[in-house]
């Protein structure tokens, strides 16, 4: 019976692993409009430009670039970011985040310095040129280190063709912000986040997406970047769109009016945007937040951003074990020690059914000798040989699938647990004790890996087993192949496995001297 458990842990960690590259994820229906809207249905929805249709005109010619002297550079501060602005088109240049930190200790930084189109860039139909008139400034750098503090900022354009104004709206203690764009004169209205806004790294994981996302209605789509060869367009209930990786993300919350969603291919990058129809004058109210996927934070806005941070299939389990890991986190003030009470809470409700597992396996150990006899005795007639089990486990009370149940249904919550400490930016720069300084990193000593198969060994040569001797050694290598599997996981991820061997040989070394009955 130990051979199935084992063989059970092994199979839950090998589909954890596939699930992250192979399984993938619906894809919700899109509408689509123009040429796409004839696409079967299934397909993916793209949009092309139609053959002889000519696009909408720029508003102007491409002009060269303002003598760097008469472009003005506005610096914006409050006690969670500092960024600066250009009055080149009213973009955002750099977004440092105050509270985390790169591994050489800088501020993180969500936008690149020299991006294909800078962020929160205007245009007309993939045409941000806009983003290269020097717009007129009013207001100054803003520092907002005070509880309740706010300020605005203002850039104008005005041409023979359209005029544009962009009101900012910064504030204290948020990483949100808001933006009123009035234009005149367009013929269409586009804002994109560009290629990289939002991202510190953008090197792809395994762990996790990284490029743009869509929250459509309560969809929530990822977009993979290898796979972006024509121009998607999203016209459902678009709720923001955004570009994130594992912990940081950038997003568009349009306020009001129902704008469409565009991911397309931008020189090496990708970009995502949302557009509209104008009005005259055309007024877009529209949120931008671009910081960590703190969930506390996102839930406070009430815009829907906490639907960013992804859960995986078993988000239902998830988020209470989140909620719970941070309970305990205000309890102990360590997210290392909330790891080993969430795993010894966890484990609670599945003692009685683990016990009576290992309580099943050791009394097959014990009539390990009267089943060799029956498959010795009965071993030419195998309908016989089954039935003498059958009635001997009836018999002895002994269910053979008894060790498989307890670990099936901790498989659910594995995976739940799993994907909390993968993803959870509260475990990044959090430290545990000693040598452990970043819960969300790799042990650099790999010393919880090599004790966490320790007590895997030490746990299997405490269980009782009742299979075949061959495979009972080739099961000790079980703990060698499972400590290589850990050398590169999150510290917080081995410790709450570690952990729950502990528990584990702690049961076991209590059903072990407990009489069988």
Known sequence: MERRVIIAIVLSVLILMLFQYLIPKPVPKQE?????SVQEKGKEATVAPPKGEERAAPPEEMVPLPPPSEVKTIHVENNLFSADLSS?????????LKKYHDQEGHAVSLLQEKPPTYALALGVKDDFSISRKNFTVRGSDLLLDKPGESG???????????????TYTFSYDSYAFTLVDEVRGLPEYEITLGG??????PEP?????????VLEGTDRIEIKTKKVEETRLFTGNIKWVAMEDKYFFSAIVPEGLPLEAKVWRLGTNVAVAVEGEPGEPGVYPLTIYAGPKEISKLKALGKGLESVVDFGFFSIIAR?????LNQLHKVTGNYGWAIVLLTIIIRIPFIPIVSKGQTSMKRLQQLQPRMQEIKEKFKKDPKRMQQEMMQ????????????????LLQIPVFFALYKVLLVSIELREAPFMLWIHDLSQKDPYYVLPLVMGATMFLQQKMTPTAGDPRQQKMMLFMPIIFTF?????ASGLVLYWLVNNVLSIAQQFYINRKKTE
């Open 32 to 36: 689509a409009v123009g040429p796409a």
């Open 88 to 96: 080149l088109g009213g973009t955002m240049v750099s977004w440092h």
């Open 152 to 166: 605005t900022l203002v850039f104008e354009y005005v041409s023979p063709k359209y005029t544009i104004k962009r």
């Open 196 to 201: 990289h806004f939002g991202i510190f790294n």
């Open 205 to 213: 994981s395994r762990y996790g997406h990284v490029g743009p996302v």
């Open 320 to 324: 209470p074990l989140f909620w719970l």
């Open 392 to 407: 001997m486990y009836k018999k002895n009370k002994v269910n053979p699938m008894g060790g498989c149940l307890p670990m």
């Open 485 to 489: 599997l850990f050398l590169n996981f």
